[in-house]
């Protein structure tokens, strides 16, 4: 780090100090993409003529009190804010070390409102995990075969009279999503057309009764560090 870096990040460490220290409403999620963000460009290095190489590993520190907000938040967070580092690295054209990973900490010597970021290149391997969020609440599909419905017998149960006991299913062989309405009273509908069976894409959205169902696959990696530490 250069004598002007130091001076811009002892800079911004005060202005994020003095304000966190007057307005104490606490971090938002916009403020932890904009601090990916500039880590990213900061540490982007020319490796070869045509590889631009950026940090793929992160860890945000924040206080005892962003922290609880931000967890309460779930495992949607840490989806969104990987979708964000992976869409700007395109965006810039760099490439990473391995898959992009995100970890969030609590600091006791962080005030409200302060976050800290460190960041590294560490070799990944990678796994896809397919999800759905059901009305804005994610769920893991661990299964084969996933029955999404009213009653008590399916998998994933959602309130909603305007579904069948057994509505929709939901299959995933391990590469790729399948959905099958399970002949409902009311219908499925797949992006606002009539759903009988069909493959899912990721980011496609399943309407069953006034229940919204949006299939995912997000990245969970295995991380390999140094020692053989994971």
Do not use: C
């Given at each position: 780090?250069?004598?002007l870096?130091?001076?811009?990040?002892g800079?911004?460490?005060?202005?994020?100090?003095?304000?966190?220290?007057?307005?104490?409403?606490?971090?938002?999620?916009?403020?932890?993409?904009?601090?990916?963000?500039?880590?990213m460009?900061t540490?982007?290095?020319?490796?070869?003529?045509?590889?631009?190489l950026?940090?793929?590993?992160?860890?945000?520190?924040l206080?005892?009190?962003?922290?609880?907000?931000?967890?309460?938040m779930?495992?949607?967070?840490?989806?969104?804010?990987?979708?964000?580092v992976?869409?700007?690295a395109?965006?810039?054209?760099?490439?990473?070390a391995?898959?992009?990973?995100?970890?969030?900490?609590?600091d006791?010597?962080?005030?409200?409102?302060?976050?800290?970021?460190?960041s590294?290149?560490v070799?990944q391997d990678?796994a896809w995990?397919?999800v759905?969020?059901?009305?804005?609440?994610?769920?893991?599909?661990?299964?084969?075969?996933?029955v999404?419905?009213r009653?008590?017998?399916?998998?994933i149960?959602?309130?909603d009279?305007?579904?069948?006991?057994?509505?929709?299913e939901?299959?995933?062989?391990?590469?790729?999503?399948?959905?099958?309405?399970?002949?409902?009273?009311?219908?499925?509908k797949?992006?606002?057309?009539?759903?009988?069976?069909?493959?899912?894409e990721p980011?496609?959205?399943?309407?069953?009764?006034?229940t919204?169902?949006v299939?995912?696959?997000v990245?969970?990696?295995?991380?390999?560090?140094?020692?053989?530490r994971?």
């Amino acid at each position: 780090m250069g004598f002007l870096d130091s001076i811009e990040k002892g800079l911004e460490r005060a202005v994020n100090g003095a304000f966190a220290r007057t307005f104490r409403s606490g971090l938002q999620p916009v403020e932890l993409t904009s601090a990916l963000r500039r880590e990213m460009d900061t540490k982007a290095a020319v490796v070869a003529r045509d590889r631009i190489l950026t940090p793929n590993a992160f860890t945000l520190r924040l206080s005892p009190a962003d922290y609880k907000r931000m967890r309460g938040m779930g495992e949607t967070l840490t989806d969104e804010l990987t979708s964000f580092v992976t869409k700007h690295a395109g965006s810039q054209r760099y490439q990473f070390a391995g898959a992009v990973s995100i970890e969030l900490e609590s600091d006791d010597q962080l005030t409200t409102g302060v976050l800290e970021i460190e960041s590294g290149n560490v070799k990944q391997d990678i796994a896809w995990t397919p999800v759905v969020d059901v009305n804005g609440a994610r769920h893991q599909l661990t299964h084969a075969r996933t029955v999404i419905g009213r009653g008590s017998e399916a998998d994933i149960t959602v309130d909603d009279t305007g579904i069948s006991r057994r509505h929709l299913e939901i299959a995933w062989d391990g590469n790729r999503g399948e959905a099958r309405d399970l002949g409902s009273t009311n219908g499925s509908k797949l992006n606002g057309e009539p759903l009988g069976r069909s493959v899912l894409e990721p980011g496609d959205i399943i309407t069953v009764g006034r229940t919204r169902v949006v299939f995912n696959v997000v990245p969970r990696a295995e991380v390999h560090r140094p020692g053989g530490r994971a």
